[in-house]
């Protein structure tokens, strides 16, 4: 049996989030393969948590804890921390520091996918296209004029490094922009300003199953509100639809862009990819590493329509990242 550490929480405004999904993961966890711990990882505090909400503090010397005298170490760890320090890499470089097998990707390509504009401008060379795009950090003078005149509107406000939707605006005129760009700031201090893509957005997970790089089937999103926010995200303002309700040409062409994006990469784990499809061409918007687990969200309602049972899904995590 080997002792599987599910790291959950954060230290961003994703916490509530990743804290379902590692109560998703710590439930459909295979119990006659895996010990499961749930860990919280906060500012104030790493602990454990065991069945009766007691805590005992996380040792960060060696990521171990003493649970009544007894030292327990872990054999993995299961990342289900969206945003800080999870899914920005710092998490997993403290792991490589340790010698502790995770299920997520490597600290650099956590750190470049959960960058916005990195993750955008590396992928660009590949032929893999984009919205038009314009950078802000905070303290640098906004000329909206400049802004509009390059990109158009309405055009979308948000955080660079920040998920969940968190901070993101669509803008429609050009005096709404600087109030756009004071909630994006809230969220980051660096922010991407992009054009309006105006087509069908779809969703891609691709994930190594069983050693192979697998496109899972693609989902379709359609927001009841005026983009995918978080309200469409996580409290049903939107419909998703598995498998989306494009061509198979399409199906085909937007699951190579993204197979791509995650092999250039040398992507490991989960990933699921944003697209906005414009006149027949894929538009990538944004790559989740920790995606949503919890039972709404993509990628498990990807995996069911492929056949991955949950425990499937979390047990081949697991089986990758220690082999």
């Known amino acids: 049996m080997k002792n599987i550490a599910i790291i959950m929480g954060g230290y ?33 505090k790493w602990v454990y948590v065991d069945a009766n909400d007691a805590e005992f503090p996380i040792d960060r010397n060696d990521f171990s804890v ?41 600290y650099y390509q956590a750190a ?18 984009t919205a038009n795009s314009y950078y802000l950090n ?10 509009v005149q390059k990109l158009g509107l309405p055009c979308f406000v948000k955080p660079n490094k920040a998920g969940s939707s968190f901070g993101i605006s669509k803008v429609k005129t050009a005096a709404e922009l600087p109030i756009a760009i004071e909630v994006a700031y809230k969220e980051d201090n ?15 997970g691709v994930i190594n199953y069983k050693g192979t ?59 699921r990819s944003e697209f906005i499809i414009v006149d027949g061409e894929p538009h990538m918007l944004e790559m989740n590493t920790i995606p ?6 993509l990628i498990p309602q990807q995996a069911k329509a492929a056949g991955i049972s949950l425990e499937d899904l979390f047990t081949n995590a697991i089986e990758l990242a220690l082999n």
């Open 12 to 44: 961003s405004s994703e916490y509530q989030i990743s804290l379902i999904s590692g109560n998703v993961v710590y439930q459909f966890l295979d119990k006659t393969k895996y010990n499961a711990f749930r860990i919280h990882i906060f500012k104030e």
């Open 66 to 106: 003493n649970i009544n005298g007894t030292k327990q170490t872990f054999d993995c760890v299961f990342n289900a921390i969206h945003g800080t320090p999870g899914e920005d890499g710092l998490m997993q470089a403290y792991f490589e520091l340790l010698n502790i097998p995770q299920t997520a990707c490597d």
């Open 112 to 129: 470049l996918t959960f960058n916005k504009r990195d993750l955008l401008s590396v992928l660009k060379p590949y032929g893999i296209k």
């Open 138 to 147: 905070k303290g640098d003078i906004i000329n909206t004029d400049e802004i």
């Open 190 to 204: 660096e922010i991407i300003i992009e054009s309006f893509l105006d087509g069908t957005e779809v969703s891609v």
């Open 213 to 271: 790089v697998t496109v899972l089937p693609i989902t379709e999103i359609i927001s009841e509100n005026d983009f995918f926010d978080y309200e469409a995200k996580y409290q049903g303002k939107s419909q998703e639809i598995t498998p989306a309700r494009i061509s198979d040409e399409m199906t085909q062409k937007v699951g190579e862009i993204a197979k791509r994006a995650y092999e250039v990469l040398k992507m490991k784990g989960f990933s």
């Open 292 to 297: 949503g687990l919890t039972t709404e969200s």
